[in-house]
């Protein structure tokens, strides 16, 4: 499975290239670490892992459901 990353809000890190947030990711565990990095408060602003092929919300850092 390969996954993205999703957001409402801009992406961007400290250490990390811009582009990693707009690659797939082969591991889930790399792309949440990723995602989680790519906003300020991961708590309040959601950021999603989903899986490429299947379009499901496998990671979300809210607890909010996805509609």
């Known amino acids: 499975m390969t996954y993205r990353i999703e957001s409402g ?7 990390l290239p811009a582009s990693v947030f707009a690659q797939h ?4 565990s790399a792309a949440v670490a990723i ?3 790519g906003v300020d408060d ?5 950021v999603r892992v ?3 092929e299947t ?3 496998v990671w979300r850092s809210t ?3 996805y509609e």
């Open 25 to 28: 990711h082969e591991i889930l």
């Open 50 to 52: 989903i899986c490429v």
């Open 9 to 15: 809000y801009p992406l961007e890190s400290d250490w």
């Open 55 to 57: 379009g499901e919300v």
């Open 63 to 65: 607890e909010e459901r």
């Open 35 to 37: 995602a989680i990095e």
């Open 42 to 46: 991961p708590e309040a602003q959601e």
